[in-house]
């Protein structure tokens, strides 16, 4: 069985082909733009190009039988074109929530007609790294909406959760909301981190512009997207699910083992 992984140097899909090997996937092939920052496996079949640009995927779809698809809108619907020209059997694709900026992902593979399984995670752990120039800089995090809660969850679960559902035939036609363990405020997860990293770490809220500016300052033209999302957040809290402990048979990470296991990134 080929399984080809679309977005082999992001964070999730270079993860996946990892995940593959560990469980004993002897057919897995890269498509990645730049094979040598993913860094692949020996073993792994690379092909270069991107599921951005679809002219490129064609030749990678050659006797593939499963794939995972990494997200792109814009792209999804000429993508989920040529896998069910290429007579591929399971398309496994990370979307996001449904109803949201990713439904046009989803909606493309079901369009295609290929049995699918959609991956739905919500925030990623790794958004914590927009307080790391705060925590390397010192002991005190300026965030915005405390009362907003979410359960993120860990990118090497989504991973490990997309491996095991690429390896079986019984989880088509499902969609599974991918999230953490917890259901955590904008403290806590400082908190959280401060607890991972050994750290003494104190929450400051802020608001309106100086929200604004503090979130634009780190992310540009989506600091007021993100800000948007978080206060419906606060309206809508999401509950921490099972899901992915189900599927993995062991514990989905927490927000402190996955700050601890990734200390470097915030100095």
């Not at 909606?107 to 991956?119: I, M, S, W």
């Not at 100086?210 to 509950?239: C, I, K, R, T």
Request: aromatic share 6%; net charge negative; charged share 20%.
């Amino acid at each position: 069985m080929k399984i080809l992984v679309t977005g082999a140097t992001g964070n999730v899909g270079r993860m996946v082909v990892d995940e593959l090997l560990a469980l004993g996937a002897a057919d897995v092939r890269a498509l990645t733009v730049d094979p040598v920052r993913a860094a692949l496996p020996d073993g792994v079949d690379v092909v270069r190009g991107s599921f951005r640009r679809p002219g490129t995927v064609t030749a990678a779809l050659d006797g593939v039988d499963k794939v995972y698809l990494a997200p792109d809108p814009a792209t999804a619907p000429a993508i989920c074109a040529l896998i069910a020209r290429a007579g591929v059997r399971h398309v496994v694709d990370m979307a996001g929530a449904k109803g949201d900026h990713w439904q046009a992902v989803e909606d493309a593979v079901e369009a295609a007609g290929v049995p699918f399984t959609h991956l739905e995670p919500g925030e990623f752990m790794a958004n914590a790294t927009l307080w790391a120039p705060q925590i390397k800089a010192g002991d005190e995090v300026r965030d915005a909406y405390p009362q907003a809660v979410n359960a993120p969850v860990a990118q090497e679960d989504i991973a490990a959760v997309a491996a095991r559902v690429l390896l079986s035939d019984e989880f088509a036609g499902r969609s599974f909301e991918l999230t953490g363990p917890e259901a955590l405020s904008r403290p806590a997860k400082v908190a959280a981190l401060a607890a991972g990293l050994g750290r003494d770490l104190r929450y400051v809220e802020v608001a309106g512009t100086e929200a604004v500016a503090l979130f634009e300052s780190s992310m540009g033209e989506y600091g007021q997207w993100y800000l948007d999302g978080l206060a419906q957040l606060v309206d809508h809290p999401q509950a921490a699910g099972t899901v992915v402990s189900d599927l993995l048979g062991r514990p989905a990470t927490t927000y402190s083992e996955w700050a601890r296991r990734h200390a470097d990134l915030f100095g």
